[in-house]
């Protein structure tokens, strides 16, 4: 079974709003990232955060990770149409495995 | 850069066919793997290689075999083809395995279809 798993499915926001989606994983990780997919496309690298951190910011995204609750958030503030795409959450053991989430597809409407 | 280049990009089978799904990258990384993505789906793990000569199996490896005999190509063999396996391969690469925090860098797929 996968060791990310994503919520919600599916988010549709207007231009200007907040999106948060969350991700949870099963076993003890080193780090976790995020990914975007845009359709058609590979998945391009986001953010990363290490077991031993709580929250990073880079530009607009903002994840934050609690390992008691094996969850983490990616918050992306003042969204654009052109942040539609999906999300992925990779969780990364110390097994050299990346297991991915089945992601969220995020609508930003214009 | 090229990053990590796919070939082909679509491909069609019969069942029974095999074929070989081409990954090259050009930035000289350690670790490269191979996903596949079913609709609506996250990726999982099919192979993954540490080094040239190095391999191992992955979440769902079976049907496939893989090889590593230079840094820059990670080919993926399908042997007999089978409608179950109809999907979009990604093959990723990166300086080290995903435990050190590295990224992956990605290829734009190849979409498989077997009939």
């Known amino acids: 079974s996968q060791q990310g798993e994503e919520d919600p499915q599916a988010l549709s926001i207007q231009e200007g709003e907040n999106a948060t989606m969350n991700c949870s994983y099963k076993t003890s990780i080193n780090n976790l990232q995020w990914y975007r997919q845009n359709s058609g496309r590979g998945l391009v690298h986001l953010i990363l955060?290490?077991?031993?951190?709580r929250e990073k910011h880079s530009g607009r995204l903002r994840v934050t990770l609690d390992t008691s609750k094996k969850s983490s958030s990616l918050l992306i503030t003042a969204s654009r149409a052109a942040d539609t795409a999906s999300y992925f959450c990779a969780a990364n053991t110390n097994a050299g495995k990346s297991t991915f989430g089945d992601g969220t597809t995020l609508t930003v409407k214009p | 850069n090229a990053g990590v280049t796919q070939t082909p990009k679509f491909q069609v089978l019969k069942t029974g066919q095999s074929m070989t799904l081409q990954c090259a990258q050009d930035?000289?990384?350690?670790?490269m793997s191979w996903y596949r993505q079913d609709p609506g789906m996250g990726l999982r793990l099919i192979h993954y290689s540490v080094g040239a000569g190095i391999t191992d199996q992955g979440e769902v490896p079976n049907g496939y075999n893989v090889s590593r005999s230079t840094t820059e190509d990670f080919p993926l063999r399908l042997l007999s083809a089978a409608p179950s396996q109809t999907s979009v391969y990604f093959c990723?690469?990166?300086?080290?395995?995903?435990?050190?925090?590295?990224?992956?860098?990605f290829g734009d797929g190849t979409r498989l279809s077997i009939l």
């Open positions: 930035m000289n990384h350690e670790y």
């Open positions: 955060i290490r077991s031993n951190e």
């Open positions: 990723a690469s990166s300086p080290m395995d995903p435990s050190g925090g590295q990224p992956q860098h």
